[in-house]
T-cell receptor, first 115, second 112 residues
């Protein structure tokens, strides 16, 4: 079956611009996660959705970052007034129910470069 | 703050030998630990996990060992194969918290 997909695979933007990154989770997965991986680091948790609602957004670095999942499936991570430090690979993952010890399945990521 | 640390950025082993990847953590609340494997241009894929009630979990060529008193875990791959060459991430979580903390990764190269 189809795995987690993310679009675009690469995004180049200029400092100060707005970007949207999209994640399509595995069909039927109710839990969705966003991570950010900077160069030489491991993935860093940003936000977790259970269905349509953000169950935990404690990892969002500041109010320039926002994510939505209006119908409980596709999610969009939105970054306003991008800064060079936002350059990273943004990973999305999904799991079946988001309860307890579930395996999270990752997409290939979107590589964001802010010039 | 780095709650999960992988102090070796890279490791090179010969095919057929054992690969040992190490991970240390600082948060005593962590009670579930995972290893993920990542190939270039792909997302991390789950490899093996261990709960804090165990000290060892084995799956084929992969074994994870947990030493709670030392806050240390390790992944053993034996025998190592060239296809195992990838970046390996250690991750940890606490309770039913889905907020996984990852280490920086170790790049394993298995030479034929």
């Amino acid at each position: 079956g189809a795995g987690v997909s993310q679009t675009p695979s690469n995004k180049v933007t200029e400092k100060g611009k707005y970007v949207e990154l999209r994640c399509d989770p595995i069909s039927g997965h109710t839990a969705l996660y966003w991570y950010r991986q900077s160069l030489g680091q491991g993935p860093e948790f940003l936000i977790y959705f259970q269905g349509t609602g953000a169950a935990d957004d404690s990892g969002l670095p500041n109010d320039r970052f926002f994510a939505v999942r209006p119908e409980g499936s596709v999610s969009t991570l939105k970054i306003q007034r991008t800064e060079r430090g936002d350059s990273a690979v943004y990973l999305c993952a999904s799991s079946l129910e988001g309860q307890g010890r579930e395996t999270q399945y990752f997409g290939p990521g979107t590589r964001l470069l802010v010039l | 703050d780095q709650q999960v640390k992988q102090n070796s950025p890279s490791l090179s082993v010969q095919e057929g030998r054992i690969s040992i990847l190490n991970c240390d953590y600082t948060n005593s609340m962590f009670d579930y630990f995972l290893w993920y494997k990542k190939y270039p241009a792909e997302g991390p894929t789950f490899l093996i996990s261990i709960s804090s009630i165990k000290d060892k979990n084995e799956d084929g060529r992969f074994t994870v060992f947990l030493n709670k008193s030392a806050k240390h875990l390790s992944l053993h791959i034996v025998p190592s194969q060239p296809g195992d060459s990838a970046v390996y991430f250690c991750a940890a979580s606490a309770g039913n918290n889905n907020d996984m903390r990852f280490g920086a990764g170790t790049r394993l190269t298995v030479k034929p």
